[in-house]
T-cell receptor
Framework: EDQVTQSPEALRLQEGESSSLNCSYTVSGLRGLFWYRQDPGKGPEFLFTLYSAGEEKEKERLKATLTKKESFLHITAPKPEDSATYLC?????????????FGTGTKLQVIP | DTEVTQTPKHLVMGMTNKKSLKCEQHMGHRAMYWYKQKAKKPPELMFV???????INESVPSRFSPECPNSSLLNLHLHALQPEDSALYLC?????????????FGPGTRLTVL
């Protein structure tokens, strides 16, 4: 069974204090790994798709990396507006369908 | 444009009511999804439509009935729901579902069943 584990569950940072969120996964035949940001009561907002180990993508203060077993979301000099829950999801083939499995998320709070 | 729209934003219904949730996308995507999300939990897949045909039903109770009238629209018909069905219902779409296709989510409908 595909498994996605995110850590930590919650993270509290001072504004400007860089850190990383972790997403470890166990899947057969990874097709892609996704990062989303979700604000309370709203739908997940797409951030990145990573396809293969060694791949990196950046967007503003965020940088996502991928290895064969895990992905990291690095947040450089975060601002209060970066506060949200960050969801990781993996896509793998399951019976002809590309099933997406979500992790339980990391709730990030950035304090001014 | 990567916008998926959902209506209504909020819905309160009694256990004997019939209501519908609507989802629309104009990105030319051929796969559309319904997810259910409870507080502090990740989204749970309910249904997948691929090229307007239902391809996945994740053992969802029959009180939830999906419908895909055309490639841009997805409905979720609700009937005789239970209070435990209260949740955020999310619609998503992707180019297809046979490759690595990013799913784009709508803002969700917050459903409360009394």
């Amino acid at each position: 069974e595909d498994q996605v584990t995110q850590s930590p569950e919650a993270l509290r940072l001072q504004e400007g204090e860089s850190s990383s969120l972790n997403c470890s996964y166990t899947v057969s035949g990874l097709r892609g790994l996704f990062w989303y940001r979700q604000d309370p009561g709203k739908g997940p907002e797409f951030l990145f798709t990573l396809y293969s180990a060694g791949e990196e993508k950046e967007k503003e203060r965020l940088k996502a990396t991928l290895t064969k077993k895990e992905s990291f979301l690095h947040i450089t000099a975060p601002k209060p507006e970066d506060s949200a829950t960050y969801l990781c999801a993996v896509q793998a083939e399951s019976g002809g369908y590309q099933k997406v499995t979500f992790g339980t998320g990391t709730k990030l709070q950035v304090i001014p | 444009d990567t916008e998926v729209t959902q209506t209504p934003k909020h819905l309160v219904m009694g256990m004997t009511n019939k209501k519908s949730l609507k989802c629309e996308q104009h990105m030319g995507h051929r796969a559309m999804y319904w997810y259910k999300q409870k507080a502090k939990k990740p989204p749970e897949l309910m249904f997948v439509y691929s090229y307007e045909k239902l391809s996945i039903n994740e053992s969802v109770p029959s009180r939830f009935s999906p419908e895909c009238p055309n490639s841009s629209l997805l409905n979720l018909h609700l009937h005789a729901l239970q209070p435990e069905d209260s949740a955020l219902y999310l619609c998503a779409s992707s180019q297809g579902n046979t490759g690595t296709d990013t799913q784009y989510f709508g803002p969700g409908t917050r459903l409360t069943v009394l």
